[in-house]
């Protein structure tokens, strides 16, 4: 599935994150997950980014980055409307490139691992509904991280500097 995604689209999701004042990510149930996490990784490099519906979730305007992880659902769709009649720039990381919600997008990343199953545009999956789409999009988020540190010219060292110290973890493991 990471192979088969196209490097000009990769090329497209990294500007459009330089260039955005605020980025806000979207996803739900196992989506979610990767959501969390890219968001995460996103503040440590010092990028103002936020998970849709948090409640320290600023509101999103002109010049704001919406990505929806996966795109696939009615509310999905309805958070990606609403972004773009408020002035943002809407991409998907979706599994079809052709939906409804696709082409309310700015551009899309096509992702084309199983969501739904038996469609010509996923590639299948043994495993049940959308895991393989669910697991690849973590990976891949975890990859437009490292690209975006080597765009920014953002050391792992930096970003530790802004994980959270509430934890003990460095004080714990020095």
């Given at each position: ?26 996803g739900m149930g ?59 720039q809407v991409v ?76 003990g973890y460095m004080?714990?493991?020095?």
């Amino acid at each position: 599935v990471l192979l088969d995604v196209k490097d000009g689209e990769v090329e497209k999701l990294l500007d459009a994150i330089c260039q955005a004042k605020c980025i806000q990510v979207f996803g739900m149930g196992r989506m979610k997950c990767s959501v969390r996490a890219f968001v995460m990784r996103l503040m440590h490099m010092g990028l103002d980014a936020h998970v849709v519906y948090d409640t320290t979730c600023p509101n999103i305007g002109q010049g704001d980055l919406l990505i929806a992880n996966g795109a696939c659902t009615t509310i999905c769709y309805t958070v990606m409307q609403f972004a773009k009649k408020l002035g943002a720039q809407v991409v998907a990381i979706t599994a079809n490139p052709h939906s409804k919600a696709a082409k309310l997008c700015d551009f899309v990343v096509n992702l084309r691992g199983q969501v739904h199953g038996n469609r010509a545009y996923e590639i299948p999956s043994i495993q049940p509904m959308a895991a393989l789409f669910e697991q690849t999009i973590f990976v891949f988020e975890d990859i437009i991280i490292q690209l975006l540190m080597k765009k920014l010219g953002i050391t792992a060292e930096q970003m530790a500097k802004r994980h959270t110290n509430l934890d003990g973890y460095m004080d714990f493991n020095v």
